[in-house]
């Protein structure tokens, strides 16, 4: 399977943007779905991930309640709504897909920048 994260940009704080995982192949409704991000330095933390029937999802306490993650089976996508963003939230994001759970790591899309000024 393979991936390509999008929708990334500048925005002022408190703002929103919604990043999209596009995915090829029949088996990308299949996989778990992660979103991922990564700042210089440091690891690459989970955000948020919906599992394959999109029945179970999970966020990081960072950003719950502000980031929502869902699905389009039908289009292959998987989307990242994140609003009243933070200077925080200033990162690459990846998305990913796997069988792990709640941290699918087995395919990898490349990133998009999100940048929040403040």
């Known amino acids: 399977v393979q991936l390509q994260a999008s929708g990334g940009g500048l925005v002022q704080t408190g703002g929103s943007l919604r990043l999209s995982c596009a995915g090829s192949?029949?088996?990308?409704?299949?996989?778990?779905i992660g979103w991922f991000r990564q700042t210089p330095g440091n690891d690459r933390e989970l955000v948020a991930s919906?599992?394959?029937?999109?029945?179970?999802?999970h966020y990081a306490d960072s950003v719950t309640g502000r980031f929502t993650i869902s699905r389009d089976y039908a289009k292959n996508l998987v989307y990242l709504e994140m609003s009243n963003l933070t200077p925080e939230d200033t990162a690459v994001y990846y998305c990913?897909?796997?069988?792990?759970?709640?941290?699918?790591?087995?395919?990898w899309g490349q990133g998009t920048q999100v940048t929040v000024s403040s």
């Open positions: 990913a897909a796997g069988s792990n759970w709640p941290a699918p790591n087995n395919y």
């Open positions: 919906t599992e394959f029937s999109g029945a179970l999802t």
């Open positions: 192949g029949r088996t990308f409704n299949n996989y778990n």
